[in-house]
């Protein structure tokens, strides 16, 4: 079975850490784009970052940028987000995607999720 499998959220206060990942079960991550997206409540779905299959190319939402760093270690199977200098508006349930090969802007390209990781921002 083809899977991704999120772990990593949890409750932090505000300018704290935390580092998400992403495993592959089932399949090869090295031929796929990973996508990191997070929705909260009552809003849309959003793209937070994303890295092609080889690690080379990287994309950041600007409300991120300069805070998180995605990262994969294909060895390993897992692709990273690391999460600084963390706001209450970074609060949501933080999923992951495969794309082939490189990243995109259309949601619906990703045609592997994983179940969601929820990180809370809050003091």
């Known amino acids: 079975q083809l899977q991704l499998v999120e772990s990593g959220g949890d409750l932090v206060q505000p300018g704290g850490s935390l580092r998400l990942s992403c495993a592959a079960s089932?399949?090869?991550?090295?031929?796929?784009?990973i996508g990191w997206f997070r929705q909260a409540p009552g809003k849309e779905r959003e793209g937070v970052s994303c890295?092609?299959?080889?690690?080379?190319?990287?994309t950041y939402a600007d409300s991120v940028k300069g805070r998180f760093a995605i990262s994969r270690d294909n060895a390993k199977n897992t692709v990273y987000l690391q999460m600084n200098a963390l706001k209450s508006e970074d609060t949501a349930v933080y999923y992951c995607?495969?794309?082939?090969?490189?990243?995109?802007?259309?949601?619906?390209?990703?045609?592997?999720w994983g179940q969601g990781t929820q990180v809370t921002v809050s003091s």
């Open positions: 995607a495969a794309v082939p090969i490189q990243c995109s802007p259309y949601r619906a390209a990703f045609g592997y």
């Open positions: 890295i092609n299959k080889n690690g080379e190319s990287t």
């Open positions: 089932g399949f090869s991550l090295d031929y796929y784009a």
